[in-house]
């Protein structure tokens, strides 16, 4: 089943707007991933914020965590047109290996 | 280069034809899992491995076998496809944090 569900289900902006797109989740978690998918190509790893954290940054990606709201949101700055994919969020309840995803927030960057 | 290959990359068979969609992976990782990929249901989890030959059900394992002889291998069976089963397919190793996935298999069951 689903954990995590991402909102919005798709956004669109124009380059150089920043990009923000939430996770919320049902059960306590060790950590929270985010990943990107370009269209039909496998996912890739952004980032990882462990359930003792409350913020992360990687190059323009910045990662909140709130355990107390079950939320993550994932913001890109300064967008790009090659940012337009596919962002889903994972979450481990139990250990690493059991995660579970959401449907994903597709995101358009206009050039 | 650290990677995960999956075969056939496509895929169109008819129902009841057994079919094999081969994973490999090459950084060791003693995690493996696979997933389908559904318009609005994301990624589920169709079976993973801790180890060699320890396997364990997903949340969708209905019509798919797995086995794992091998540490870097781990094949995905459909043994009687059924055009339900018509899906994106990754395969995915792990650290035991971050899961490196292969580029896909799509496949069609008519």
């Known amino acids: 089943s689903q954990q995590g569900e991402e909102d919005p289900q798709a956004l669109s902006i124009q380059e150089g707007e920043n990009a923000t797109m939430n996770c919320s989740y049902k059960?306590?978690?060790?950590?929270l991933q985010w990943y990107r998918q370009n269209s039909g190509r496998g996912l890739v790893h952004l980032i990882l914020i462990r359930s003792n954290e409350r913020e992360k940054h990687s190059g323009r990606l910045r990662v909140t965590l709130d355990t107390s709201k079950k939320s993550s949101s994932l913001l890109i700055t300064a967008s790009r047109a090659a940012d337009t994919a596919s962002y889903f969020c994972?979450?481990?309840?139990?250990?690493?290996?059991?995660?579970?995803f959401g449907a994903g927030t597709r995101l358009t960057v206009k050039p | 280069e650290a990677q995960v290959t999956q075969n056939p990359r496509y895929l169109i068979t008819v129902t009841g034809k057994k079919l094999t969609v081969t994973c490999s992976q090459n950084?060791?990782?003693?995690?493996m899992s696979w997933y389908r990929q559904d318009p609005g249901l994301g990624l589920r989890q169709i079976y993973y491995?801790?180890?060699?030959?320890?396997?364990d059900k997903g949340d969708v394992p209905e019509g798919y076998k797995v086995s794992r002889k091998e540490k870097r291998n781990f094949p995905l069976i459909l043994e009687s496809p059924s055009p339900n089963q018509t899906s994106l397919y990754f395969c995915?190793?792990?650290?035991?944090?971050?899961?490196?996935f292969g580029p896909g298999t799509r496949l069609l069951v008519l």
């Open positions: 995915a190793s792990s650290t035991g944090e971050t899961q490196y």
């Open positions: 950084m060791n990782h003693e995690y």
């Open positions: 059960t306590s978690i060790n950590n």
């Open positions: 491995s801790m180890n060699v030959e320890v396997t």
């Open positions: 994972a979450t481990d309840a139990y250990n690493n290996n059991d995660m579970r």
